[in-house]
């Protein structure tokens, strides 16, 4: 008796079940919705693919779901574990689920959200595009500090995250990941063709091309404005928004100086607290959220070096240090960084990971909060975690 039927077409979604299917070798009729309109309709109404129909009426909808309904009527335990996770791999198994929520939500979502109105399929509206690519870029970010060390999202083989994930990626490939984009993201580019290249989709990639020519806004009709005021508005995009803020009396690059070429804890700092105004500047505790993925620490304080580069126009308005403790495939990242003003988001939004950190503000009153800022800079005691100690064994200073 065969195993049921899969609505699949051209949809991305519908890409990783037809591939289950095709290498796992179900007894699964793979069917076009278009090609059976009416029972299509009657079995389901919102006209979703993919969507399946097992034995006895069963009917189950969204691809998730599908998906790993298909993975399990296998009767090859190998592969069902490669791509769900081990039954006694619990943190695995969670991995798996959550890479393929982010592609299948929010990544795919803001995919339609830019692609759709720069192909013309919906009006076109600057705003709502540029939220878009905005979002897209941050979550491209998440992406690529787990593939920068990893091969694959969620445990060392394909798994299920992702199939998911590389075909939500292609649609990206297909209309805005140009060759600068890719030259920028190797390790994206690395993975996607891996997981592209693989029996459980490579059907699925014979007419795929990447973009040599990425979809730009249509152009607008512009009035005849004098140059100078074309001048100013240039020059106020330009600036950065702590640049509004008034002048402060603490000088950042003394302070910078003093660090640098002064022993810390017996000059820099006393320098430090004695000029430190804090209605001028404000400090943070910064923590990386994700610090039971990290593995090695040497890996960890290249993420850290990575997230400072990405700081790089807000510089000039910061300082502090993020430090690794801990040791290989048991470490963490945090840290105290000084900004301009009593706001930390102007400062750290210019990166594209800055939300995979935690911030918490720290009052330089409080003698704890004081003492937490003095080891973050001087690295010379454990990191307290809770309540255990642990050596820093490695850091990057942002100055």
Known sequence: MSQGTLYANFRIRTWVPRGLVRALKLDVNVVAPDSAAEQFARDFPLKKVPAFVGPRGYKLTEAMAINYYLV???????????????????NAQAQIIRWQSLANNDFCIQMVNAVAPLKGDVPY????????????GKIVEVFDARLRDNAYLATESISLADLVAASIFTRYFENLFGPEWRAQHPAI????????ASFFLKDEYKDFQFTEKPLAPPQEKKEFKPATTELEAFNRRLRHPLDLLEEPTFVLNDWKGKYSNEDTRSVALPWFWEHYNSKEYSLWKVTYKYNDELTLTFMSNNLVGGFFNRLSSSIKYMFGCLVVYGENNNNGIVGAIMVKGQDYVPAFEVAPDWESYDYVKLDPNNDDDKEFVNNMWAWDKPVSVNGEPKEIVDGKVLK
């Open 189 to 196: 580019v690395r993975w996607f063709n891996d997981v592209r």
């Open 125 to 136: 509206n600057k705003k709502n595009v540029d939220g878009a690519m905005d979002a897209i």
């Open 72 to 90: 399990k009527l296998s009767k090859d335990e190998k592969v069902k574990t490669q791509l769900l996770g081990a039954e006694d791999d619990l």
